[in-house]
């Protein structure tokens, strides 16, 4: 169905979210309707955020607001819809909007499969009452559920719509982009270049994929690598994980900004325990990239102070090559933390490959090579 109507049925004029690639129609809607705008439109940092920002709109105003968000969110809301939204909290309804990544029958990446499998059980033990949109669902029939739905948001309870791949259209199309002249991929292959043999912790993403790439256009083993292809916004913490256990090794973490606002928190950790081994890379290009482009608040906030806030020893931003070689170099052999902020591009190759090892061989790699090589 097309989203206009699927948003006409809803009759929400305030949208918050998280952007996802099966969502991508909804999210170039809104931005093309309302860009960013606290009144109408807010791309959050995850998915609980939207919740807890939807619960403060219902507050203000009486209303109800949807929270757009792919399926991996779903862990991401358990606590603030368990603990705030529930009617037997504080009763506050909100419409979800979910992509259904992972559906069973349908293939897709290995980090979607079991979240695709209990999309719908998870919302039914949130006692979030959940449709399926599918391509061959009718505007009736959503306007027939929403008839139903409205009596349930009277009532304080909370509603899903699941949407199925390609099941909404929108002929429109929306151009991200940004003044940074860095692309992603080149990033990589430079940070490949200083890293060698040391271990790199990579974010959700596309980043991941070019990552794999780029070693296997290298001839290298992907050993080095953890791709960190689900549970976005953590890699940082998987890292610092492994460098305080390997304190004689060099531990690389790449991140994206969406992820890095996803779990800021993850940054006052690394600077209290300040691993000494340890370099935070983050790729900055203001912008969801790997699910369409759509905006983070990441072009506007300052990274770097932050980063030194939270008590990182040295942290520096970077927006060419020759800057981001040299900073590369000088974190391999400097003796405490580091983060490298690169402002990026927003883009990538249309023919960029995904990982063709499994997770699990990847984790078993990684492992062997941490036990073997690194103190
Ligand atoms: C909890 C969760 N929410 C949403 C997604 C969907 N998702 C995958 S990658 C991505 C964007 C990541 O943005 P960023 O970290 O800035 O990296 P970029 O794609 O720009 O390189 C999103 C939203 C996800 N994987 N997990």
Request: proline share 3%; hydrophobic share 40%.
């Given at each position: 169905m097309k989203v206009e109507k699927l948003v006409e049925i809803i009759g929400s004029d305030f949208y918050t979210g998280v952007p996802d690639s099966q969502l991508k129609s909804l999210c170039n809607y809104l931005m093309n309707t309302?860009?960013?705008?606290s009144h109408h439109h807010i791309i959050a940092a995850n998915e609980g955020n939207c919740t807890a920002i939807a619960a403060g709109y219902h507050l203000a105003t009486g209303k109800v607001a949807v929270v757009y968000m792919q399926n991996s969110g779903e862990g991401n809301i358990i606590n603030p819809v368990a603990s705030l939204l529930n009617d037997k909290v504080y009763a506050i309804p909100v419409v979800f909007v979910i992509g259904w990544r992972g559906e069973p029958g349908i293939h897709d990446e290995p980090q979607h499969i079991y979240q695709g499998e209990v999309t719908i059980k998870l919302l039914d033990d949130m006692g979030i009452k959940s449709f399926v949109i599918s391509q061959d669902t009718t505007e009736e029939e959503v306007s027939e559920c929403m008839k139903e739905y409205r009596e349930l948001l009277a009532a304080g309870k909370d509603v899903a719509f699941v949407i199925r791949k390609g099941a909404l259209k929108y002929d429109e199309k929306v151009v991200y982009k940004n003044?940074?002249?860095?692309?992603r991929e080149e990033i990589i292959q430079h940070i490949v270049k200083v890293t060698g043999e040391d271990p790199i912790v990579s974010t959700t993403g596309k980043a991941s994929r070019e990552l794999f790439e780029t070693r296997t256009a290298n001839n290298?083993?992907?050993?080095?690598d953890f791709l960190t292809?689900?549970?976005?916004?953590?890699s940082s913490s998987i890292a610092l994980g492994v460098a305080v256990n390997k304190p004689d090794t060099k531990v690389w973490c790449v991140d994206g900004d969406g992820a890095l606002l996803m779990h800021m928190g993850s940054m006052a950790l690394l600077g209290a325990n300040s691993p000494e081994n340890m370099v935070h890379i983050v790729i900055n290009?203001?912008?969801?990239?790997?699910?369409?482009?759509m905006p983070t608040v990441?072009?506007?906030?300052?990274i770097v102070a932050i980063a030194r806030a939270c008590g990182y020893p040295y942290a520096v931003s970077v927006d060419n090559f020759e800057d981001l070689d040299k900073e590369l170099i000088k974190a391999k052999t400097a003796g405490h933390l580091s983060l490298i902020e690169v402002k990026c591009s927003i883009g990538a190759r249309d023919d960029l490959g995904r990982p063709t090892t499994t997770a699990l061989e990847n984790k078993e790699n990684f492992m062997e090579y941490l036990k073997e090589c690194c103190r």
């Amino acid at each position: 169905m097309k989203v206009e109507k699927l948003v006409e049925i809803i009759g929400s004029d305030f949208y918050t979210g998280v952007p996802d690639s099966q969502l991508k129609s909804l999210c170039n809607y809104l931005m093309n309707t309302y860009g960013i705008d606290s009144h109408h439109h807010i791309i959050a940092a995850n998915e609980g955020n939207c919740t807890a920002i939807a619960a403060g709109y219902h507050l203000a105003t009486g209303k109800v607001a949807v929270v757009y968000m792919q399926n991996s969110g779903e862990g991401n809301i358990i606590n603030p819809v368990a603990s705030l939204l529930n009617d037997k909290v504080y009763a506050i309804p909100v419409v979800f909007v979910i992509g259904w990544r992972g559906e069973p029958g349908i293939h897709d990446e290995p980090q979607h499969i079991y979240q695709g499998e209990v999309t719908i059980k998870l919302l039914d033990d949130m006692g979030i009452k959940s449709f399926v949109i599918s391509q061959d669902t009718t505007e009736e029939e959503v306007s027939e559920c929403m008839k139903e739905y409205r009596e349930l948001l009277a009532a304080g309870k909370d509603v899903a719509f699941v949407i199925r791949k390609g099941a909404l259209k929108y002929d429109e199309k929306v151009v991200y982009k940004n003044d940074n002249s860095m692309v992603r991929e080149e990033i990589i292959q430079h940070i490949v270049k200083v890293t060698g043999e040391d271990p790199i912790v990579s974010t959700t993403g596309k980043a991941s994929r070019e990552l794999f790439e780029t070693r296997t256009a290298n001839n290298q083993s992907h050993k080095y690598d953890f791709l960190t292809v689900g549970s976005m916004g953590h890699s940082s913490s998987i890292a610092l994980g492994v460098a305080v256990n390997k304190p004689d090794t060099k531990v690389w973490c790449v991140d994206g900004d969406g992820a890095l606002l996803m779990h800021m928190g993850s940054m006052a950790l690394l600077g209290a325990n300040s691993p000494e081994n340890m370099v935070h890379i983050v790729i900055n290009n203001g912008a969801h990239e790997t699910v369409g482009g759509m905006p983070t608040v990441a072009s506007n906030i300052d990274i770097v102070a932050i980063a030194r806030a939270c008590g990182y020893p040295y942290a520096v931003s970077v927006d060419n090559f020759e800057d981001l070689d040299k900073e590369l170099i000088k974190a391999k052999t400097a003796g405490h933390l580091s983060l490298i902020e690169v402002k990026c591009s927003i883009g990538a190759r249309d023919d960029l490959g995904r990982p063709t090892t499994t997770a699990l061989e990847n984790k078993e790699n990684f492992m062997e090579y941490l036990k073997e090589c690194c103190r």
